[in-house]
Every structure is written in structure tokens, then in C-alpha cells.
């Protein structure tokens, strides 16, 4: 075998994974058994958990998830510690790793911390409102008017006259004056339009909680 100088086993290529098989597996500084059958995901292309086979535990096979686990010149080395295989989940059976094994050993072994998830929501930052109310105010403007006056105008004539005239009968003339009357009235006229237009503004804002870490510690040196 080759020897991978301390390399991840998750981040074998599929022409590597047979590399892995039968090679010695410990656990801290004890040798727990050899390498049996490899869970290989199809989508994320890479080795999920390894099948370790042998009775240094007591068990005939027992599969552990791949992460933290690598591959070094003496065998593979996993992250987790001999008395975590006390509890851990198994199965007499020789049926192949399933979705429903895989999720249950994957719980016992590995390592959980929360994460800070921030999401967003809308809520109500207030309102905006538009009265309108009718004020009055005084207004004046100025316009020419006009007006017809009369005044006598007289110019000497000498000419004679018939005996048929109206000469000497009393007579009164009436001349019509007309005059310009300032009339008000009023239209309505739209001046301006008025209206509310939302914007959106981006603030940074930084959050704070607390999160919880499992921390994992192996016994023993290699």
C-alpha cells in the first residue's frame, strides 16, 4: 500500500478507496481491528464511514464515520477515543450500510457544535400619513377699468337756415355713457401633485448569542 503521509481518508479518490482495505485501524494508541468495507457517497464523491472488522472490542464489525480519520503509514487513525465505541450503535447482521445506519452512527461519533443562523423579517417601523385641509387667505389684484364721460363741445359755424327747421323749439339730447365693472370669479386649478414614495435603507446590524461546542479529547499518545 501506499503510504499517504498523514493524509484525510475523506479526501481519497475512488481509484484510492481499495487502498484502505485490511490495513490496521486504531483508536487513540490501540489497535481496534483492520479495515473492512468502505461507505463511499456517490454524490459528494468521497468516503463517508469505514467497516472495522475484528475482536479487540468485542464486536465482529463495527462501522465508524470517516471524518477526522487519516491515513498514516502504520494504518488509519480515527478521531474518537476507545470508550466511545462502548455505547456506539452496531448490527449482527452482515447487511451493507444504509441511509437509516449511517445517520444513527454518524449521531454517536460525531462531533456537534451549533451554528448562528441569522435570518429576516418584516415588521412594522411605523406609518406615513397625508392630510389635506383648506386653509383661506386674502388675495388682491389690480385692473384697469374704463368709463365713458361726455363733455360739450362747441364749434363756431355761420350758415344760413330754412324756414322748416326746429329752430328755436326746446330740444334735449340724451347721450348714453357706459362704464367697466370689475367681476370676480374664481376656478379651481391643480398646482401641484402630492404623494408618498416608500425607499429602502440598509443598516448593518451585529448580533449576539451564544453557542455550544463538543469538544472531543483522546486518551493516550500514538
Same mark, same amino acid.
Given at each position: 500500500?501506499? /503510504?499517504?503521509?498523514?493524509?484525510?481518508?475523506?479526501?481519497?479518490?475512488?481509484?484510492?478507496?481499495?487502498?484502505?482495505? /485490511?490495513?490496521?485501524?486504531?483508536?487513540?494508541?490501540?489497535?481496534?481491528?483492520?479495515?473492512?468495507?468502505?461507505?463511499?457517497?456517490?454524490?459528494?464523491?468521497?468516503?463517508?464511514?469505514?467497516?472495522?472488522?475484528?475482536?479487540?472490542?468485542?464486536?465482529?464489525?463495527?462501522?465508524?464515520?470517516?471524518?477526522?480519520?487519516?491515513?498514516?503509514?502504520?494504518?488509519?487513525?480515527?478521531?474518537?477515543?476507545?470508550?466511545?465505541?462502548?455505547?456506539?450503535? %452496531?448490527?449482527?447482521?452482515? %447487511?451493507?450500510?444504509?441511509?437509516?445506519?449511517?445517520?444513527?452512527?454518524?449521531?454517536?461519533?460525531?462531533?456537534?457544535?451549533?451554528?448562528?443562523?441569522?435570518?429576516?423579517?418584516?415588521?412594522?417601523?411605523?406609518?406615513? %400619513?397625508?392630510?389635506?385641509? !383648506?386653509?383661506?387667505?386674502?388675495?388682491?389684484?389690480?385692473?384697469?377699468?374704463?368709463?365713458?364721460?361726455?363733455? !360739450?363741445? %362747441?364749434?363756431?359755424?355761420?350758415?344760413?337756415?330754412?324756414?322748416?327747421?326746429?329752430?328755436?323749439?326746446?330740444?334735449?339730447?340724451?347721450?348714453?355713457?357706459?362704464?367697466?365693472?370689475?367681476?370676480?370669479?374664481?376656478?379651481?386649478?391643480?398646482?401641484?401633485?402630492?404623494?408618498?414614495?416608500?425607499?429602502?435603507?440598509?443598516?448593518?446590524?451585529?448580533?449576539?448569542?451564544?453557542?455550544?461546542?463538543?469538544?472531543?479529547?483522546?486518551?493516550?499518545?500514538?
Amino acid at each position: 500500500m501506499t /503510504n499517504a503521509g498523514g493524509r484525510p481518508i475523506e479526501s481519497l479518490t475512488e481509484d484510492e478507496i481499495p487502498e484502505l482495505r /485490511n490495513i490496521p485501524v486504531y483508536a487513540g494508541d490501540d489497535e481496534i481491528g483492520h479495515v473492512g468495507d468502505i461507505y463511499y457517497d456517490d454524490e459528494s464523491r468521497r468516503v463517508e464511514c469505514v467497516g472495522v472488522k475484528g475482536d479487540a472490542l468485542g464486536f465482529k464489525r463495527q462501522w465508524v464515520p470517516a471524518q477526522g480519520a487519516v491515513l498514516e503509514g502504520d494504518g488509519l487513525h480515527l478521531s474518537y477515543g476507545r470508550d466511545e465505541f462502548e455505547d456506539a450503535p %452496531r448490527w449482527d447482521d452482515d %447487511r451493507d450500510l444504509d441511509e437509516d445506519r449511517y445517520g444513527a452512527v454518524r449521531d454517536h461519533f460525531v462531533r456537534h457544535e451549533e451554528e448562528l443562523q441569522v435570518g429576516k423579517q418584516q415588521v412594522s417601523a411605523g406609518s406615513m %400619513r397625508l392630510r389635506k385641509w !383648506v386653509e383661506t387667505e386674502p388675495v388682491q389684484a389690480d385692473v384697469e377699468l374704463q368709463r365713458e364721460t361726455a363733455h !360739450v363741445t %362747441r364749434e363756431p359755424i355761420d350758415e344760413p337756415i330754412g324756414r322748416d327747421t326746429d329752430a328755436f323749439e326746446e330740444q334735449e339730447v340724451e347721450v348714453p355713457l357706459t362704464a367697466e365693472q370689475a367681476v370676480v370669479s374664481k376656478r379651481v386649478v391643480a398646482k401641484e401633485r402630492v404623494g408618498l414614495e416608500k425607499d429602502v435603507e440598509t443598516e448593518r446590524q451585529t448580533v449576539q448569542d451564544e453557542l455550544r461546542k463538543e469538544r472531543v479529547d483522546v486518551d493516550g499518545d500514538r
